[in-house]
């Protein structure tokens, strides 16, 4: 009978795993067409305002991706990371072992340090936040926009030793509990406080705290419900209530620890422990020693005298009764005083209207004006650095004299980038009444990046009743090909692509049509994959519309012919005829499991893309195609 329940246990399982994936593809891949669509229109000529719209529904998308990837990492049925929703198998391209996605690594790993890493979550997470509280600047009357409160503000600092500068796996657990730890700290925080995030590293552990000065956690849901899943203190609040769920089952998976501490009228801590070892991409002895940096970084920026850098505590913190206020001023000084003792070998004083006036003043953007009327005189020499979080949403103030900003995350970087700005404008002699406001960050509100392609005309494209020979007649109205960044080997590929779902091949035909000038072949089944396929095998010096392909780009959950199959026929065919795979072969699939992924690199396919995939995951596969011929 224990035999028989076990059995039957795992029939179970295997069921729920499947219907869950399937649940997973049948939510994927409409988003991977809406999303998509969302980011070419955002590539054509659209007024301000409809820009602003798109982004929004491309934030909302992405919430909706986040909200999938996290019911289903809390299923355990798939790894629903940035990260490891791209991988590429590792192996030797020649010699390809069968391989599980779980000892796969991602494409690249440890080309970032643990700084960056963190940086980057964070900054990811304020802007996400602040779009969503203000996600379109023409939505409001502008009598409505005056009245949005310049000081409702909160100031995130990241503090970490320079001992954190050593590079790191992209781990999906690290990745996890940044993004939801710094998500939970934005969302309850309070306005008009500081939240903290610290990076301390020693020999074997590396230390994340994270501190706030928000509403705190009830002392009975903190000891009973705190890590349950779909648990939340208030039902009303935003989200799943799989936050700190994900976090918990992450932190057990590297092997550390969590604790959390909360107190209902002042704030939350919670410190994370977790092994070196499971993080560094290289052995301890081999971490560049970055003991030298502070004498580096001060004499890059004052050579010839001290560094005096005071701060100005802002002004609505000062000498009240609130203990949020209180714990805000103790985490702002705290924070930037490591900062500058660590990174730079100077300490950090407090500033008044009545004491010297400092070289540098560190001051919140709220306070700027009056502190520039307290200089007086010595407003024009005196490097003034100004923080605040939601720049991009108010207007910078009237500036004048030296100063700079640091906009979203204050870290030791972009301490250093402001001051290197203040002392250029010094130097060159060129700070003067209405001189521009000079930023050591770029602070675009989620949804927007590097400027995209603009294109002349966009005609409208066919939603219903498709044809593929439709669809190809519509790509006419999209640039044929982008610049690519790599120059390893300069020949365009040849793409056949794969979907039984007539969007999705529309969307990555004009993924295509921007990642190459050669032609490609549409294809809605995995039998006329096979076919197209095998048609080109026997051309010899022929024109580009009939050489074989170089890339294929292959969905997985088709009927009758299945992608894993179509895969495992065209290895058979290339080892029948050269004894080695040719063409690169990248599933983009809604499929998720640890399972798909293994089965998948089993039958040779090549890269795991997971939908919904943007542009920049084309370019990524195109690109790793083109290291694999350069090898």
């Not at 993004?179 to 301390?200: H, M, P, W, Y």
């Not at 060159?428 to 009444?433: E, F, L, R, S, V």
């Not at 074989?548 to 780009?553: C, E, L, M, T």
Request: aromatic fraction near 6%; proline fraction near 5%; charge should be negative.
């Amino acid at each position: 009978m224990t035999q028989i329940r076990r059995l039957e246990e795992l029939d179970l399982a295997k069921k729920q795993s499947d219907f869950l994936g399937s649940v997973s593809h049948e939510l994927r891949s409409p988003l991977h067409g809406m999303l998509a669509c969302i980011e070419f229109l955002q590539g054509t000529q659209c007024s301000a305002q409809q820009q602003d719209w798109l982004r929004v529904a491309a934030t909302c998308g992405a919430h909706l991706k986040d909200n999938i990837d996290n019911v289903l990492q809390a299923s355990r049925i798939g790894n629903s990371s940035q990260e490891m929703d791209h991988l590429e198998l590792p192996s030797h391209r020649y010699n390809r072992p069968k391989v599980s996605a779980k000892n796969s690594s991602p494409k690249q790993p440890g080309t970032i340090t643990l700084l960056d890493f963190v940086e980057n979550k964070i900054d990811k997470a304020i802007r996400r936040h602040q779009f969503m509280q203000f996600p379109v600047r023409g939505f409001r009357p502008e009598d409505v926009l005056d009245q949005i409160q310049p000081e409702a503000a909160i100031y995130v600092m990241l503090d970490a030793a320079v001992e954190a500068n050593f590079s790191v796996v992209q781990h999906q657990g690290l990745d996890s509990i940044l993004e939801n730890l710094c998500r939970n700290c934005l969302k309850f925080a309070s306005l008009d406080t500081c939240v903290r995030i610290g990076v301390q590293v020693d020999t074997d552990v590396v230390k994340i705290s994270f501190v706030d000065s928000g509403r705190g956690i009830a002392r009975d849901f903190l000891h009973y419900s705190l890590f349950k899943p779909f648990s939340q203190q208030d039902p009303l609040d935003n989200g799943l209530g799989l936050g700190l769920t994900l976090v918990h089952n992450a932190v057990h998976d590297l092997d550390g620890k969590i604790e959390i501490q909360s107190d209902e009228s002042k704030g939350t801590n919670i410190h994370v422990s977790l092994p070196r070892s499971g993080l560094a991409l290289v052995s301890d002895d081999s971490i560049l020693n970055m003991a030298h940096v502070p004498n580096l970084w001060k004499a890059e920026i004052s050579p010839d005298s001290p560094l005096n850098v005071q701060l100005l505590v802002p002004t609505r913190w000062q000498g009240g009764s609130d203990p949020r206020h209180e714990r805000s001023q103790q985490t702002l000084i705290g924070s930037i005083s490591r900062t500058l003792n660590a990174w730079f070998g100077t300490d950090l004083q407090i500033w008044t209207h009545e004491q010297e006036t400092p070289k540098v003043l560190l001051v919140a953007d709220v306070d700027f004006q009056s502190a520039c009327d307290a200089l007086g005189e010595k407003f024009m020499e005196t490097w003034k650095i100004v923080l605040g979080s939601n720049a991009w949403l108010n207007p910078c103030p009237s500036t004048a004299g030296i100063v700079s900003s640091i906009v979203g995350v204050f870290t030791p970087v972009k301490l250093r980038s402001a001051l290197l700005a203040c002392r250029s404008l010094e130097l060159d002699g060129t700070a003067k009444m209405g001189s521009p406001y000079i930023t050591a960050d770029d602070p675009l509100p989620i949804g927007t990046g590097p400027q995209k392609t603009r294109l002349d005309k966009v005609q409208d494209l066919p939603t219903s009743h498709h044809i593929v020979d439709d669809i190809i007649k519509s790509f006419s109205a999209f640039p044929k090909h982008l610049p690519m960044e790599d120059t390893a080997v300069h020949r365009d590929p040849r793409f056949l692509l794969v979907d039984d779902n007539i969007i999705n091949l529309k969307v990555i035909g004009m993924f295509a049509r921007k990642c190459s000038k050669e032609s490609f072949v549409l294809t809605q089944s995995g039998k006329e994959a096979i076919e197209t396929f095998k048609s080109t095998r026997t051309v010899n010096d022929a024109p580009s519309e009939t050489r074989p392909f170089d890339i294929v780009i292959l969905d997985l959950s088709m009927p009758d012919v299945t992608g894993f199959e179509v895969a495992s026929a065209i290895r058979e065919m290339e080892y029948s005829e050269y004894c080695r795979p040719c063409v690169y072969i990248a599933a983009l699939t809604g499929l998720t499991s640890e399972r798909d992924r293994s089965a998948a690199f089993a039958v040779g396919v090549d890269e795991y893309v997971t939908k919904p995939a943007t542009l920049q995951d084309m370019k990524r596969v195109v690109s790793n195609w083109r290291g694999r011929l350069a090898m």
